[in-house]
C-alpha cells in the first residue's frame, strides 16, 4: 500500500474561453501522504478550484495522471468515479451546500442513501457525526434556524458520513466571521488528529497557516 493518498504527475488544464484556450493547470505535481493537514493557498485565478476539482475526482485533467490512493482514475468510467467521490473524499464548502427542507440529520443521511444503508443505520451514523461537531442537540432544526458555523458544521458531520479517507474543504471558513472560523478549524485539527487527511483550499494565508503544510498555488504552477 503507498503511504501517499493524493498523488497528481503533471496535471494540465485547459478551458476555452471564446477563441482563445486558457490554460489553468501548467504541468502541476503534488504527493500528500495519508493523514497530513494540507492547505493550498492562492489568489481568485490561481488555478486552486480548477485543481480541487480534479483532485476530489468532480473534473479530470487534460493530460498527466492522477492517482487517488494508489489508484488512477483515468480510466474510470463516470458511475465508477461517483463511487469513489461518495466513499473516498468528504467535500465542505464555502456555502455549506445544505438543503434547505431537511433538518441537519437528513443532510446529514444523504451520502448514505447514495450508499444503500438502511433508515435506521443512517440514523445511526448521522446521529453520531453530528455528535461529533458538537450538534446532536441541533439535529431536528433545519439550515435557515442554524448559524452559519453550526450550518458548516453540519456540513461537515455530512462530510463524515461516509467515513472518507479525504476531506477537501473549500474556503470552509470564507462565509464565517473570525471566532467561527477558529471553532471550525479547531473540529478539523481535531479530525485530523483521528487521522483523516484534510485539503484546504484558501486564499487568506491567516487560515492556511493552521494547516501542518502549506502549499502555493500561483498562475497554474505549485510552489512550497
Known sequence: MSEYVIQARDLVKSYSLGEENVTILK???????????????????????????IIGCLDLSDEGEYILDGKSIKSLSED????????????????????NKLSSLENVELP????????K???????ECLAKVGLESRKYHRPNQLSGGQQQRVAIA?????NPQILLADEP????????????????????KEGKTIVMITHDMDI??????????????IFE
Open 173 to 192: 471558513t470564507g462565509a464565517l466571521d473570525s471566532k467561527t472560523s477558529k471553532e471550525i478549524l479547531e473540529i478539523l485539527e481535531k479530525l485530523n
Open 121 to 127: 443505520e443512517r440514523r445511526e451514523i448521522a446521529t
Open 80 to 99: 465508477e468515479l461517483s463511487s469513489v467521490r461518495n466513499k473516498t473524499i468528504g467535500f465542505i464548502f464555502q456555502n455549506f451546500n445544505l438543503l
Open 27 to 53: 504541468k502541476v505535481s503534488l504527493d500528500i501522504k495519508k493523514g497530513q493537514f494540507v492547505s493550498i493557498i492562492g489568489p481568485s485565478g490561481s488555478g486552486k478550484s480548477t485543481f480541487m476539482n
Open 112 to 119: 448514505l442513501i447514495y450508499q444503500g444503508k438502511s433508515p
Open 208 to 221: 492556511a497557516k493552521n494547516a501542518k503544510r502549506l502549499i502555493r498555488i500561483k498562475d497554474g504552477e
Open 158 to 162: 455530512r462530510a463524515l458520513a461516509t
